[in-house]
Nanobody, 125 residues
Framework: QVRLVESGGGLVLTGGSLRVSCAASGRTFSTFSTGWFRQAPGKEREFVSA????????YYADSVKGRFTISRDSAKTTVYLQMNSLKPEDTAIYYCAARRWGSTDLNRQEKYDHWGQGTQVTVSS
């Protein structure tokens, strides 16, 4: 079982930046592709970004492309989502998800086996 723990959420003004983190308890991400999803109030959970298990390919939703960056530390213990130029519509609970091996369909939440509890990101205008 993989336990994922998100951190780093908070309140930020429009145009600001925030970095959320996802740590895998007791293991590394060396064999796991990792994705970030978000769910805004009254909306369905949607894909934000993903990085494959090799760490050489990243993927982004059109709505965050050019503003968000996903990365993984060299020890492969933490995956980050750096969020710049934040907008009120980025307000949501951000979830980290992991999937053993697999590098396809990383934008599909049903492909992931492990989920974190989520961290709230609020962008105020």
């Amino acid at each position: 079982q993989v336990r994922l723990v998100e951190s780093g959420g908070g309140l930020v003004l429009t145009g600001g930046s925030l970095r959320v983190s996802c740590a895998a308890s007791g293991r590394t991400f060396s064999t796991f592709s990792t994705g970030w999803f978000r769910q805004a109030p009254g909306k369905e959970r949607e894909f934000v970004s993903a990085i494959n298990w090799v760490g050489d390919n990243t993927y982004y939703a059109d709505s965050v492309k050019g503003r968000f960056t996903i990365s993984r530390d060299s020890a492969k213990t933490t995956v980050y989502l750096q969020m710049n130029s934040l907008k009120p519509e980025d307000t949501a609970i951000y979830y980290c998800a992991a999937r053993r091996w697999g590098s396809t369909d990383l934008n599909r939440q049903e492909k992931y086996d492990h989920w974190g509890q989520g961290t709230q990101v609020t962008v105020s205008s």
